[in-house]
Every structure is written in structure tokens, then in C-alpha cells.
């Protein structure tokens, strides 16, 4: 039985890969979460098996070396699947130490602690042990040409204090593995939605807010291009790449589904209306007429668009949804689980809203 020790396991990404791995693997794994549970990280979304005896969680924070040195002292980790860190960019531009404090300081810490426990007197390593670092497209920048794609050979080049953090994060994870022959591999995942997103980001936030009459605020023109991911997808990604990607090297996770934002919202009004019974007093308040554009965002990259060939090609990975069923399964989700929603935006998120927005 191969021990996971999953790093921010109750945030969005996280969550649903530890419900994709039970699903996949049942009882033939074991899977220690560790999360700090700041505002994105929430237990709810792991109560289906959070009683399982192959599951544990422990509260604690990545940049705790004595907490994260004791966790791989009291198991045997065969696998770390490092999701942990600062992900919303409106944040980094707020706050950008806290960024850097989790991101890289937490990596390097989760590297050591890892790197300490595996390694073997002749600086070879424990047989079966993989450090996957799990990363995001926008530490490659923006693209301009609508015929380029981001590669894993694209030079970095972040544009905001997030992609700034994780791209250090990235190759600090590659400097582990060139010096010390540490056996990590790294992922580079285009925009993931899905189920128990925090509603920061734009689906969950464009959801809730139609839902309840609240203007839908859309930087700049709205023509800002991302390329989308279904999460679960993501995960059967991630689940490859541990199994069977090269030691040291990184793939690219995209689902080939670019999309301007504009189109994203006017998206999901037009599936929650189909969606929606007409005497569900919901359905009046979704409109076009909440749309709202905003003053662009700082540092606001045009276009990401991930070439997965590699993951394609040597692991044989392909996306299984496409946008158009994966937005309308997202949704019924967010309108089955309004109980969840309601208790994710009370409290600091609405406060943190009305900075981010309102002002």
C-alpha cells in the first residue's frame, strides 16, 4: 500500500484529486492530508471520507519544518503531491509576502523535510518515491501570437507576484533534482473549475453571483483568454505523472479549451437559465444585465494556452470533458450544494470581497 502525503488537500485541486484517488484506488492506498486551513481551505469538502481508514488529516502549516519533518518521521511517504500554496492573483498584488512566504519558503521546507527522509548514505534515494510538485501556466507569461502555445522548453517569464512565487517554487524543485538527483517531477495545469472552488475565482464567483442578483464584475474588456481544465481531468493527470513520467522532468496539463473571459460569463447565464426551472425564483435574477466591467487588474495577462503534447504523447493523457459538458456539470454541482456555498462566502470572504470589488 503506497502512502500520499497530499499538501493542501482541503483547498480546491487538492480536495478533488483525494476524492479521484479513493475512487481510482480504493483501499490500496493510504493518504495523509496536511493543510493549514487559511480561508481556501475547507474540511466540508472531504466529509464523504474523511472516516475512512486509509485517510488521516493534520492541521499544519508547509513552512513548519518541526511539523512537516515529524509527519515524515511517523510514516513511511512514498509519494508527496504538493498542491499547498497562495493561488489567487488579486491577493498576490495585495499581499505579495505571504506569497512568497508559502510558496517558496514552503517548498523548500516540504523539499527538505522529503529529501531528508528518503535519502540513503551513498545520496542515492529510497527506492519508489516521487515528489510531484503541482504548478500553473502563468509562470510562463502571456502569449501574443494566437498561434503560440506554452511548452515545458517556454521560457519563464510571471508577470505578478503569484506566478513570480510559483515560478521560483518551480525551479527551486528543479534545482533539487539537478544537484541533489532528488527524484521530483513537476506539472503545469491551465485554469481548473469544477466542484469546491472557492468563490474568488471567476466560475464559482460568476455562479454564485447570478444566483443572487449580484453584478458580475469583468476586468478590463472581458477578452482576456484562458485555457480551461476540468478538475477531474487535471487529477487523472497528476495520477499519470506519478505513475509513470520521468524523474526530473515536467509536463504540461491543459484541456485545449480557450476561452475569452467575457464568454465564460455569458456562458454560465445562458446554462443556469436552461438549467433552472422557471418557478425558481433564482432564474429571475440571472441576467446579462448584471455583467460589469471593472478596471483591468494589474500585471493582467492576455492569453494562456498549454500545449499538452508531452503528457500526451509519452503517458498518453487526453482530457475526457469538454467545456460544454464540464460547465454544466460544475454548475448542477454549485446548485446541489448551496449549503456549501453559503458557508464559504460568509464571514472574511464577503469582507475580503467588498475590498476586492466594491472599493
Not at 44 to 52: D, M
Not at 246 to 254: A, L, M, S
Not at 268 to 283: A, F, Q, V
Not at 323 to 338: N, P, V
Request: some cysteine; hydrophobic content about 35%; overall charge negative.
Amino acid at each position: 500500500m503506497k502512502n500520499y502525503l497530499v499538501t493542501g488537500g482541503a483547498g480546491f485541486i487538492g480536495s478533488n484529486f483525494i476524492h479521484y484517488m479513493f475512487r481510482k484506488y480504493g483501499d490500496d492506498i493510504n493518504i495523509i492530508n496536511v493543510d493549514a486551513l487559511t480561508y481556501a481551505g475547507n474540511l466540508e469538502n472531504l466529509k464523504e471520507i474523511e472516516n475512512r481508514s486509509n485517510y488521516s488529516f493534520v492541521k499544519a502549516d508547509i513552512r513548519d519544518k518541526e511539523a512537516i519533518d515529524r509527519i515524515f518521521k511517523d510514516n513511511d511517504i512514498d509519494v508527496v503531491v504538493h498542491f499547498a500554496a497562495e493561488s489567487h492573483v488579486d491577493r498576490s498584488i495585495k499581499n505579495p509576502e505571504v506569497f512568497v512566504e508559502t510558496n517558496v519558503i514552503g517548498t523548500a521546507v516540504m523539499l527538505n523535510s522529503a529529501k531528508a527522509a528518503w535519502e540513503l548514505p551513498d545520496g542515492t534515494y529510497k527506492e519508489g518515491k516521487v515528489f510531484l510538485h503541482v504548478s500553473t501556466d502563468e509562470v510562463y507569461g502571456s502569449l501574443s501570437d494566437p498561434k503560440d502555445y506554452f511548452y515545458e522548453t517556454t521560457p519563464y517569464d510571471p508577470h505578478s507576484p503569484y506566478s513570480a512565487s510559483k515560478a521560483s517554487a518551480d525551479l527551486l524543485v528543479k534545482a533539487y533534482t539537478d544537484t541533489y538527483h532528488f527524484p521530483a517531477k513537476i506539472t503545469n495545469c491551465s485554469n481548473n473549475y469544477g466542484p469546491y472552488q472557492f468563490p474568488e475565482k471567476l466560475i464559482p464567483l460568476m455562479i454564485n453571483n447570478a444566483l443572487t442578483g449580484k453584478k458580475l464584475p469583468v476586468y478590463g474588456d472581458g477578452k482576456n483568454i484562458r485555457d480551461w481544465l476540468y478538475v477531474d481531468d487535471h487529477c487523472k493527470g497528476i495520477d499519470m505523472v506519478i505513475e509513470s513520467g520521468r524523474i526530473g522532468e515536467k509536463y504540461n496539463i491543459g484541456g485545449h479549451n480557450e476561452r475569452e473571459n467575457i464568454h465564460i460569463v455569458k456562458t454560465i447565464i445562458k446554462t443556469l437559465k436552461e438549467i433552472l426551472p422557471p418557478d425558481d425564483p433564482r432564474s429571475a435574477n440571472v441576467s446579462e444585465d448584471l455583467i460589469t466591467y471593472v478596471e483591468d487588474r494589474k500585471g493582467h495577462d492576455r492569453r494562456y494556452a498549454i500545449a499538452p503534447d508531452k503528457i500526451h504523447n509519452e503517458l498518453g493523457w487526453l482530457p475526457d470533458t469538454s467545456f460544454e459538458d464540464g460547465i454544466k456539470l460544475t454548475i448542477r454541482w454549485y446548485l446541489e450544494h448551496e449549503d456549501w456555498m453559503k458557508n464559504v462566502t460568509s464571514g472574511d470572504y464577503q469582507e475580503y470581497y467588498k475590498r476586492m470589488y466594491n472599493e
